[in-house]
């Protein structure tokens, strides 16, 4: 029987060793600099936003791309959506889910680690966590 994927997958460790038994698959929602300049390694990328002469502005096929992935993984598999620290991921969640997309997951710490107003540490970061990072595009 298999256990339910977290809503939250709040330790890296533990969501890289599912990534390595194709189990989950990151899903980097930062911007396409962001990611490029470091991600983790192995994780796909669909950025919410894209950095313009006009400022930030939403993917307009951001729920495409995710579908898309969708379309590539096995049912079983969790994608689980990151950003930096945790903001950006959960309003991709938010999207995604509106749009009915199954099999979704929250890595909070996202890249840099999640913080509250104070600047406390409320989520471990993928960065801080010392597992494998990538420079480069990359897909699951």
Known sequence: MNTPAPAEWLEPLQLWRAMQLGQACYLDVRTSAEFIAGHPAGAAHVALYEDGAAGRRLQPEFVAHVRALRATLPPTCVIVVGCRTGARSG??????????????AHFPGGWAGGTDSWGRVTAVGWLASGLPTATSDAIC
Do not use: M, P
Request: glycine share 8%.
């Open 91 to 104: 309003l991709a969640l938010q999207v995604l889910r509106a749009s009915a997309i199954a099999g979704l």
